[in-house]
């Protein structure tokens, strides 16, 4: 099939991406049976990403990062997705660094920007509680004033980057009688912090090279001036302002993911023989390939169009959401056909499209489930 190029590609992005390839095969690809074993990617290979300016590189140079924008960083996610390559949440990491580059102080911006985009600090972003998921509301983990820092108790779930994270932005309560007015966000240093404690890497269904861990804060004193921001209750609004840039992340990975599926299960049609012949030649291979690759390319089609809309600031909360919802549920059918075409080995999880299967199935989750989606989208009619 001819390569598709996307509408946004130039000259400059395609030398990019083929240094990103680069870096994935060598440094990545290798190694990720053994993440998947270990439960984390460890902070070498942040920090050699790092090093090759592929962290942050849509945040300004005057910040330490490459000074691109948000189709430097979708290259990154391509390369990585269609390689089934999950364990290093660089998608968290953007974004955690993003809250800090639109809401930080200059002085919050100047001191942790640049140590993100060096790989130095891993960034994650607490919100979800064991009883609090999709409701930020009802969130219960406290930050209480005490003199000049907040004291913080309370606890996170399913928290991408857990492990490694260096630079936690933590959702708390700063008052609890103000609903979404009494959220705020607090930027914790979680090196040598009394207090603080990370718990066991989670049992996933998939994705397994990435580090999700549940996080403890015990007594975690945090000085006023880690309020994201500088002013107590913008939490909720800061959260809800970058959420087109974090669901549309979400949508370019999927959809990477579906293409990397698709080219790896056209290779093993074609050299799989049965009755005599390749998988290929038979009319339910080719037609059932022949459904997926169009999914994938009204899917590639409308989320290039929407990473366009991202360039000139046009993208809005419904079309976001429409990404998010689409792309994943079409994700979850193309690489479920594709496990059928290999098979019974299309089970095995040494097969690249088996290990996509069970690590696609959270993406119809986090980022907002898709229900949550659907939400959105019916309140704009």
Known sequence: MKEFISSWMDEELAMHRQAVARFVETEMVPNDARWRAEHNVGHEIWRKAGAL??????IPGEFGGAGGDFRHEVVLYEELARRGS???????????????????????????????????LVGAIAMTEPSAGSDLQGIRTRAERAGNEYVVNGSKTFITNGYLAGLVLLVVKTDTALGAK????????????PGYRVGKFLDKMGQHAQDTCELFFDQVRVPEDRLLGGTE????????GDLPYERLIVAVQAVATMEG????????????????????????????????ATITRVARTFID?????QLKGELDDVTASMAKYWS??????VVDE????????????????????????????????????????????
């Open 328 to 333: 994943t549920d079409m994700l979850q059918k």
């Open 53 to 58: 300016g592929l962290l942050c590189t849509d």
């Open 338 to 381: 594709c496990v059928q075409l290999h098979g019974g080995y299309g089970y095995m999880n040494e097969y690249l499209v088996a290990r996509m299967y069970t690590d696609a199935r959270v993406t119809r989750i986090y980022g907002g489930t898709n229900e949550i989606m659907k939400e959105l989208i019916a309140r704009s009619f």
């Open 86 to 120: 999950t364990g290093l949440g660089q998608g968290v990491h953007s974004i955690a660094a993003h809250y800090l580059l639109n809401h930080g102080t200059a002085a919050q911006k100047s001191e942790y920007l640049p140590l993100l985009a060096s790989g130095e």
């Open 305 to 309: 169009r929407c990473i366009e809309d």
């Open 261 to 292: 599926a698709i080219q790896e299960t056209t290779r093993y049609v074609k050299s799989r023989r049965a009755f005599g012949k390749t998988l290929m030649e038979f009319q339910n291979a080719r037609f059932r390939l022949a459904e997926v």
């Open 233 to 240: 209750g913008r939490g909720f609004a800061q959260l809800m």
């Open 182 to 193: 009494g959220t705020s966000i607090l930027i914790v240093e979680t090196k040598d912090l």
